[in-house]
């Protein structure tokens, strides 16, 4: 079977080959998918509430679905939601037609908890979750966010699991 093209911005990935992108051979962050299995998630949208009765079509050569009327919020959530299951992000452009484009998402590694650990008036510890973030940044913007005079924090790291 053949394998779709992949383009992913890889600027900061160990496998960057120093033009900003990783090879679609050995980048971690995409997983493999034939052509035959896009168009078929891509056949599956089509059938599915959001395109219903709006004569969608799929140009394979660009992986996008295309339909003459505008999308509404309700449609795009619902479209955006089910290529998130599969392992797609979908961009939406409207040019006399909706034009809906879908190229493989990069797959999370990590998350970072924010941790609030707090004393109360009786000598209680206390440990709050305060978020689940993407980034080390934002976690630690969050951390920092809710100091007071008895409370601390930190961060915790998990890796995902990578078969998901």
């Known amino acids: 079977m053949e394998k779709q093209p992949i383009v992913i911005d ?3 990935c160990e496998y960057n080959d ?12 995409i997983p493999g998918m034939s052509t035959h299995q896009f168009n078929v998630i891509l ?3 089509c059938n599915g509430a959001a395109l219903r009765n709006k004569q969608p079509e799929i140009l394979t050569d660009t992986q996008e679905i295309v339909c003459a009327p505008p999308l509404d919020i309700w449609a795009i959530c619902a479209i955006s939601s089910d290529a998130e299951a599969f392992g797609l992000k979908a961009e939406f452009h409207y040019d006399g037609k909706s034009r809906i484009v879908f190229t493989p998402a990069p797959q ?7 941790k609030q650990y707090s004393t109360g008036s009786r000598g209680t510890q206390y440990t ?3 978020g689940y973030y993407s980034t080390k940044e934002l976690a630690e913007h969050r951390g ?5 005079d008895n409370t601390t924090w930190d961060i915790e790291t998990i890796e995902l699991n990578k078969d998901i």
């Open 144 to 148: 920092q966010a809710i100091v007071t």
């Open 18 to 29: 120093g033009t900003g992108r990783c090879d679609p051979n050995n980048c971690h962050k």
């Open 43 to 45: 056949r599956g949208i």
């Open 108 to 114: 999370k590694r990590e998350i970072h908890i924010v």
């Open 10 to 12: 890889c600027g900061n």
């Open 128 to 130: 709050y979750i305060r």
